[in-house]
């Protein structure tokens, strides 16, 4: 675990334009995006380009973290972001080319895109499309880890709100998930 301490000291230094430091905190922040990356593409080396592309992209907007929430808030939205993402890209290469699964397969455990979890990702799409605005909070807290009153905080929005979003993903997500089997 990252000593929070140390994390803002680093952060702090980071977006004051030290180098070492901003290597220091993306080699302490790898571990934790690569986990947070993992619960969406259970492929390592998925969830490592995944995770690739999330560290980018936190050094590269490291200046728009205000120090308002959490960091490590912030760092798993930009994770869930980038391993969404990673999937649509990996979607799209595998329709591109006109992958199929062999016959027999469970399309819900087995995946012609290396490593992910079709049955959540397209539950996820699913979500996205019908309630644009649940899915936010659903995965911060049931993908990324992050406590209510976190997400609350990632989002923006009052905690009874969050803690509403979450419950209404998740029946959305049990159901269609059910009529998957």
């Known amino acids: 675990m990252i000593d929070e301490d140390e994390l803002t ?17 993306l080699t302490r922040l790898r571990p934790t995006v690569v ?7 259970p492929h390592h080396a998925d969830a490592e380009e995944a995770a690739q592309d999330a560290l980018l992209s936190i050094s590269t907007h490291l200046h728009d973290y205000s120090g308002r929430g959490s960091f490590l808030g912030w760092v798993t939205v930009i994770a869930s972001n980038a391993a969404r993402s990673t999937y649509r890209s990996m979607r799209r290469r595998a329709e591109d080319s006109h992958a199929f699964l062999p016959e027999g397969a469970d399309p819900r455990t087995t995946s012609v895109i290396a490593g992910t979890r079709l049955d959540l990702m397209d539950s996820l799409t699913a979500l996205e499309k019908r309630h644009p605005a649940l899915v936010e909070s659903f995965v911060l807290r ?9 997400v609350a905080e990632a989002t923006n929005a009052p905690l009874g709100t969050v803690k509403d979003r979450i419950h209404q993903a998740r029946r959305f997500m049990r159901d269609r998930l059910a009529d998957d089997r």
């Open 35 to 41: 986990r947070r990356c993992s619960r969406f593409l």
């Open 9 to 25: 000291r680093l952060v702090a230094c980071a977006q004051a334009g030290d180098r070492a430091s901003l290597e220091r905190l």
């Open 142 to 150: 049931d993908l990324g880890d992050l406590t209510y009153a976190q």
